[in-house]
């Protein structure tokens, strides 16, 4: 158990985008999160009280997140989640996997949705969930 990063041949941003592009770990997630603030559309903080830090940018729904050094944006959509054969949740929560995992069967996850956001999260590995690809 614990915070174990995959393998390569398990990285599916670097298996379809080859290297330098990789998965983000959950430990990287945590400080992304923790090095930045959430805005809206406008680019005005929302209150860290606001549990649903869900904003519409050009039409889509997701977080918009800006960092506390640099001032660069990032936003993560409202991916929702595949499931066998369906799509579901896309536009109210977003499920993003990270290069980490805990046993067999879980790994670690960004997820997000009316009820807050949790950087660290914890699914079942055959959960569909968006990749955002980062590099070194």
Same mark, same amino acid.
Request: hydrophobic share 30%.
């Given at each position: 158990?614990?915070?174990?990063?995959?393998?390569?041949?398990?990285?599916?941003?670097?298996?379809?985008?080859?290297?330098?592009?990789?998965?983000?770990?959950?430990?990287?997630?945590?400080?992304?999160?923790?090095?930045?603030?959430?805005?809206?559309?406008?680019?005005?903080?929302?209150?860290?009280?606001?549990?649903?830090?869900?904003?519409?940018?050009?039409?889509?729904?997701?977080?918009?997140?800006?960092?506390?050094?640099?001032? &660069?944006?990032?936003?993560?959509?409202?991916?929702?989640? /595949?499931?066998?054969?369906?799509? #579901? =949740?896309?536009?109210? +929560? %977003?499920?993003?996997?990270?290069?980490?995992?805990?046993?067999?069967? &879980?790994?670690?996850?960004?997820?997000?949705?009316?009820? /807050?956001?949790?950087?660290?999260? #914890? =699914?079942?590995?055959? +959960? %569909?969930?968006?990749?955002?690809?980062?590099?070194?």
């Amino acid at each position: 158990a614990g915070d174990i990063p995959v393998g390569e041949e398990f990285d599916a941003a670097r298996a379809n985008l080859g290297s330098p592009w990789r998965m983000p770990t959950t430990a990287e997630f945590a400080e992304l999160f923790a090095g930045s603030i959430y805005i809206d559309a406008t680019g005005t903080e929302i209150p860290t009280a606001t549990t649903d830090k869900r904003v519409t940018v050009n039409g889509i729904v997701g977080l918009y997140l800006q960092s506390k050094t640099n001032g &660069n944006r990032l936003f993560f959509a409202c991916s929702g989640n /595949g499931n066998g054969t369906s799509w #579901n =949740n896309r536009g109210s +929560n %977003g499920n993003y996997w990270s290069a980490s995992f805990n046993s067999a069967r &879980n790994a670690r996850n960004l997820n997000f949705n009316s009820g /807050g956001v949790n950087p660290q999260n #914890n =699914n079942n590995r055959y +959960n %569909g969930f968006a990749v955002r690809p980062v590099q070194n």
